[in-house]
């Protein structure tokens, strides 16, 4: 079965230091991957997505991703996080085709400290 | 904003009673979905829809039905409550050719 993995279920980080959170998927046949954002108490935000072309995809606040076909990873990057950025990241991917389910990883809470 | 609705937005009703849940778009998405989320497990597909009248099951579908008699509405019904279907449910739509889904803003469930 198709899955998403993102081992880090928390991840604490002072702030303007950088953080990575990790996301490996399943399968290495062609796929859609997104990360998206959840703040408290609110529904999920589309951070990021890669469909297809360059492997490194930016996001308008800082947050990078990169896809990597052979380690069927996409990890998210951002050099220095800040107080706001503290909020619970889901990586997701789907396989495309005519109802393209997405696949949601468990998430990781970003928590920036002072 | 993607123009999706969910209400309620916060309901508590008792184990054995039927509930119902309802997501409008004001878009005209063609495909909307319907995930509960819960701690531990991320977001999972409950049913989904690509039509009016158009539905299928997701991996979670179990004590759950929908119905679209129209474009914009998706509805999700529990046919008789359980603790178990204490959730957050989320509904969200996709454009005709993109990828992306664009979620709504959530309803909470508690069912005692």
């Known amino acids: 079965a198709q899955s998403v993995t993102q081992l880090d279920s928390q991840v604490p980080v002072f702030e303007e230091a950088p953080v990575e959170l990790r996301c490996n998927y399943s399968?290495?046949?062609?796929?859609?991957l997104f990360w998206y954002v959840q703040y408290p108490n609110q529904g999920l935000q589309l951070l990021l997505k890669?469909?297809?072309?360059?492997?490194l995809v930016e996001s308008i606040n800082g947050f990078e991703a990169e896809f990597n076909k052979s380690q069927t990873s996409f990890h998210l990057r951002k050099p220095s996080v800040h107080i706001s950025d503290t909020a619970e990241y889901f990586c997701?991917?789907?396989?495309?085709?005519?109802?393209?389910?997405?696949?949601f990883g468990t998430g990781t809470l970003l928590a920036v400290q002072p | 904003d993607a123009g999706i609705t969910q209400s309620p937005r916060h309901k508590v009703t008792e184990t054995g009673t039927p509930v119902t849940l309802r997501c409008h778009q004001t878009?005209?998405?063609?495909?909307m979905y319907w995930y509960r989320q819960d701690p531990g497990h991320g977001l999972r597909l409950i049913h989904y829809?690509?039509?009016?009248?158009?539905?299928d099951k997701g991996e979670v579908s179990d004590g759950y039905s929908v119905s679209r008699s129209k474009t914009e509405d998706f509805l999700l019904t529990l046919e008789s409550a359980t603790s178990s279907q204490t959730s957050v449910y989320f509904c969200?739509?996709?454009?005709?050719?993109?990828?992306?889904?664009?979620f709504g803003p959530g309803t909470r469930l508690t069912v005692t």
């Open positions: 969200a739509i996709r454009n005709v050719g993109g990828n992306e889904q664009y």
């Open positions: 399968s290495s046949v062609s796929v859609y």
């Open positions: 890669y469909l297809s072309g360059s492997t």
């Open positions: 997701a991917v789907t396989y495309g085709g005519a109802t393209n389910k997405l696949i």
């Open positions: 878009e005209n998405h063609r495909y």
């Open positions: 829809s690509y039509g009016v009248k158009d539905t």
